[in-house]
């Protein structure tokens, strides 16, 4: 059945349908639904029409007449955005605007070590089109089999890799981007040294697509490691975890690939909601890690520097247990029990979710910081905390108490962001790390930001967008 919202005129819907053909104009309610809800449920819009261009001149004839006649376009990926970023309001009358026919891997230089994917790229996709021409494109997300390029252009997806090559902003060197008002921004250069003036990319990049639609991206590629070796580690405290951490930059260097710490309530889920999950160490260790060292020149050079710094932390007894995987496969069961741990919680029931940053120096007291505030919120609420250490972005997630009704919990959503984030803003760190302000974090952000910086970014979204027709209510 064809919905009929009150918000959009029939008759400019057909205009906008024809832009596309009636194929890959989407319209009857059942094809619509899986464009108007994101993952974790929070916010439900609703649209009757969807749009699938297949190219840029679609999308600027889209947006051209978008911003002719004042029609609110919603941009969306691969819709795994977890802030409400990229879902129509609930009033009808915004058009969500799908990239995913734009799935096209343009180029691959890998002398230049580049890549020119299309926004509609799906990230996995990516990922073994690289491998295939020796290379890597190292930005890694739980989302990675759904999760499109665009969409983590315009979050500034992070992962677990930022530690040594930077979250999607470092890693993309030019975008192609349609304007509002259907003007094309042709800056795909492969230059890593460009100073001809402002660097409108990054613009962009980070925008939520606030300020124009990313339709390609030149994304920066790399040797693939001739040798990778991955490692569990029990410890005693996070203050443990962090003289580790220090150590293996001491040892390691830009060798150090990934640095994720894990709390004991989150492993206790995995083991107990992950099939088939196995332990990676004996006893019951508060804290653990999971460290990656990446080799240029070999896997035995990978394999020395691991073991030089497990033995470093035992000797300085800030390591009470090490496992070094001892396989490929036994590598990634120990990066599967990572990625799960978001969907464990889940299990549990009702959570509310932080997704913030802090100086890398300031996690241990942090931690000891936001157990005190979630207490005094909920004292049986129960705290999940795991993240990316080696970049200061925990996922400080807290868990309903046992027993509890999920209602009565999320009724104090707002006390407990309000108590986590006081603990964030009194050690200079971030309410939003990698997941994007979208619409769960906006009323926060104007509040709590400077008014010059809400000032300027308002100013930034009127130059480019004067009609209002941009992903509206989102970011500011």
């Not at 009033?91 to 799908?98: A, D, E, N």
């Not at 910086?453 to 209510?473: C, H, Q």
């Amino acid at each position: 059945m064809t919905q009929n919202l009150p918000g959009l005129d029939p008759a400019l819907a057909e205009r906008f349908a024809a832009i596309v053909g009636a194929r890959y104009a989407v319209r009857a309610e059942s094809d619509v639904e899986p464009y108007v809800h994101e993952p974790r449920g929070l916010f439900t819009g609703a649209t009757s029409l969807v749009l699938r261009p297949a190219n840029v001149e679609e999308v600027s004839a889209i947006m051209k007449l978008a911003t002719e006649t004042g029609t609110p376009i919603v941009p969306q990926g691969g819709n795994t955005g977890l802030v409400g970023g990229q879902v129509p309001d609930r009033s009808g009358g915004q058009i969500v605007l799908s990239l995913s026919r734009l799935n096209r891997i343009r180029e691959i230089d890998p002398v230049s070590n580049t890549v020119i994917a299309e926004a509609g790229v799906v990230l996995d996709v990516l990922h073994k089109a690289a491998d295939e021409v020796d290379r890597l494109y190292p930005l890694s997300l739980a989302s990675q089999g759904s999760c499109q390029i665009g969409g983590n252009l315009s979050s500034n997806a992070g992962g677990t890799g930022v530690v040594a090559y930077g979250n999607a902003r470092e890693l993309c060197l030019g975008v192609e981007v349609v304007l509002p008002t259907g003007e094309v921004l042709d800056d795909l250069r492969k230059l890593k040294k460009d100073n001809t003036g402002y660097d409108l990319k990054n613009l962009f990049v980070g925008a939520e697509g606030t300020l124009g639609v990313i339709t390609a991206a030149v994304l920066k590629l790399y040797p693939k490691p001739k040798g990778r070796e991955v490692a569990w580690v029990g410890l005693a405290s996070p203050e443990a975890a962090l003289a580790l951490f220090d150590r293996a930059q001491d040892l390691a260097g830009s060798a150090l690939t990934a640095f994720e710490l894990i709390g004991h309530l989150p492993m206790e889920f995995a083991m107990r909601h992950i099939p088939d999950a196995r332990p990676p160490l004996e006893g019951d260790w508060p804290w653990q890690v999971l460290m990656e060292i990446s080799s240029g020149r070999s896997a035995e050079d990978a394999r020395t520097l691991i073991e030089d710094v497990l033995s470093a932390g035992f000797e300085a007894e800030q390591v009470g247990d090490a496992a070094i995987a001892a396989s490929v496969a036994h590598a990634n069961e120990f990066w599967r029990l990572r990625e799960m741990l978001p969907e464990t919680q889940k299990v549990e029931g009702a959570s509310i979710k932080h997704d913030i940053s802090v100086p890398i120096a300031s996690i241990p007291a942090f931690i000891a910081q936001g157990a005190i505030a979630v207490a005094s919120v909920c004292p049986e609420a129960r705290v999940v905390c795991f993240g990316h250490m080696g970049d200061g972005n925990l996922h400080y997630n807290v868990s309903q108490p046992v027993g509890m009704a999920a209602d009565a919990f999320l009724a104090l959503y707002r006390d407990m962001n309000k108590a986590v984030h006081d603990v964030v803003r009194s050690m200079n760190g971030s309410i939003s790390a990698e997941h994007g302000i979208g619409q769960l974090k906006r009323d926060e952000l104007i509040a709590t930001a400077p008014p010059i910086a809400i000032d300027l970014m308002r100013r930034v979204r009127s130059a480019f967008d004067p009609a209002g027709i941009m992903n509206p209510g989102k970011t500011i």
